[in-house]
């Protein structure tokens, strides 16, 4: 995620900078596999964070705190996760 936060950066930046900017990292964007790929994955690590990010919420909130609600909360984050990376990677694509 850090390394793809740096590209993430850099792209806002850019097309902040000009309307040119703005054309260039669009064209990038729609063009480049490479530049796909960073989004996606980007994408993807943000998701699962976030994920993870509601689990802990609901722990600290004293929702299931039992091993057996540990595990099934690790397997909801799970299938949650990867429907929203599959569902970014349709985006992206």
Same mark, same amino acid.
């Given at each position: 995620?850090?390394?793809?936060?740096?590209?993430?950066?850099?792209?806002?930046?850019?097309?902040?900078?000009?309307?040119a900017g703005?054309?260039?990292?669009?064209?990038?964007?729609?063009?480049?596999?490479?530049?796909?790929?960073?989004?996606?994955g980007l994408?993807?690590?943000? *998701?699962?964070?976030? #994920?993870?990010?509601?689990?802990? @919420?609901?722990?600290? /909130?004293? &929702?299931? +705190?039992?091993?057996?609600?540990?595990?099934?909360? *690790?397997?909801?984050? #799970?299938?949650?996760?990867?429907? @929203?990376?599959?569902? /970014?990677? &349709?985006? +992206?694509?």
């Amino acid at each position: 995620m850090f390394v793809g936060l740096i590209f993430a950066f850099w792209a806002l930046g850019e097309s902040l900078s000009s309307p040119a900017g703005f054309d260039a990292v669009s064209s990038a964007l729609a063009n480049n596999f490479f530049a796909k790929f960073v989004a996606w994955g980007l994408l993807s690590a943000l *998701a699962f964070h976030f #994920v993870a990010g509601i689990k802990h @919420l609901l722990m600290d /909130a004293n &929702v299931g +705190v039992t091993l057996e609600g540990g595990v099934k909360k *690790a397997q909801i984050t #799970v299938v949650v996760s990867a429907i @929203l990376i599959i569902l /970014a990677g &349709v985006w +992206v694509w």
